[in-house]
């Protein structure tokens, strides 16, 4: 699809959400979207860039009550235009769901993966360096409670060759989490990945994590390995993460300033070997909107200590570069 026919479908849609909301307001869908662009200047080599990191639209909506949809493309991820979901959810029972489409693998957290709600300009090592983060298929979502606490079990089967490729296989992959607590509060979850992609990328992941977050103020860890069965080599990689939110009231444009850090690593074969980098990341965001995680301009400085080079960072000498990095995040 090129982008004229995508921009005359974006019109078109919009068009009709406005036509569909003055015949039926309850089923209007619900329009989101985000820019985020930025400059980097890496200290090593001396080089910079701007770049549009994500341009991403989607639309949510019900055709009835128990009949949802999600679609969402990222007009330029690194210059490159994606198709990222198109799947339908029906809702069988209370607290049991189905969705069929292309659509998130349950392993990866949308807050470590997805541009709107990173703490960050640039992803941690679990989000960028292990998998693709979405696949064609089915996922099933069960949701309950137990003694007041949310529980949500997730479990999915997939085609196993990433998004926007129906391959014929016969090799499927599958993922299942369980998630306890609620995006305010305490959350902990469990997840497994089973990813065999071609003979030489054969996977099984298995991770945890927990996360404590308020209106204001998030904590984050999580731990992720990746076990190859064609060679076996053990990728093990972990981030711990915060940020807080302070108001700021008189100012016009700055409605918030959020001070954010992390450590995150990454390593193979740690049992003969030590972690093969570490890196830390001060990020000092000032927030356009009184919601304390919303549109925002941010500083960042990463800094590397790379014992090991894992072989994504050869794709060019800037990638475990220390650098400075300045980011502006529009939600709409």
Not at 35 to 49: F, G, N, P, Q
Not at 244 to 269: C, H, M, Q
Request: charged content about 20%; glycine content about 8%.
């Amino acid at each position: 699809m090129n982008r004229k026919i995508l921009i005359l479908l974006v019109v078109a849609t919009l068009q009709f959400t406005c036509l569909y909301s003055q015949i039926n307001s309850e089923r209007v869908p619900k329009f989101d979207a985000s820019i985020k662009t930025k400059y980097e200047y890496a200290l090593e080599t001396k080089m910079s860039r701007f770049s549009v990191r994500n341009t991403r639209m989607g639309l949510t909506g019900n055709i009835s009550d128990p009949v949802s949809y999600r679609v969402q493309a990222e007009l330029s991820s690194e210059g490159k235009f994606e198709v990222l979901d198109l799947s339908g959810t029906v809702t069988l029972f209370d607290g049991f769901s189905l969705t069929l489409g292309q659509t998130s693998v349950p392993i990866f957290n949308s807050y470590i993966v997805t541009p709107s709600t990173m703490l960050f300009a640039n992803r941690a090592f679990i989000g960028k360096y292990f998998a693709g983060t979405r696949d064609i298929g089915a996922v099933a979502v069960y949701r309950t409670q137990y003694d007041g606490t949310p529980i949500t079990f997730e479990a999915g089967i997939f085609n196993g060759s990433t998004i926007n490729s129906p391959v014929w296989t016969n090799r499927l992959s599958y993922a299942s989490r369980v998630q306890m607590g609620g995006m305010t509060g305490w959350r902990t979850t469990a997840k497994i990945y089973r990813y065999p992609f071609n003979e030489v990328r054969d996977y099984f992941f298995w991770g945890a994590d927990v996360r404590y977050a308020q209106a204001r103020f998030k904590a984050e860890a999580e731990v992720m390995n990746r076990h190859n069965y064609y060679n076996g080599v053990n990728r093990l990689s972990f981030y711990i993460q915060g940020a807080y939110s302070f108001p700021v009231t008189g100012s016009d444009i700055i409605k918030n300033i959020r001070p954010a850090l992390r450590w995150d690593a990454i390593g193979e074969n740690l049992g003969s070997n030590k972690l093969d980098a570490n890196r830390l990341t001060f990020g000092l965001a000032f927030g356009f909107t009184e919601r304390p995680f919303g549109s925002l301009i941010r500083l960042d400085y990463e800094h590397y200590f790379v014992s090991n080079p894992i072989y994504e960072f050869d794709r060019y000498d800037e990638m475990d570069s220390n650098k400075f990095t300045i980011e502006l995040l529009i939600l709409f």
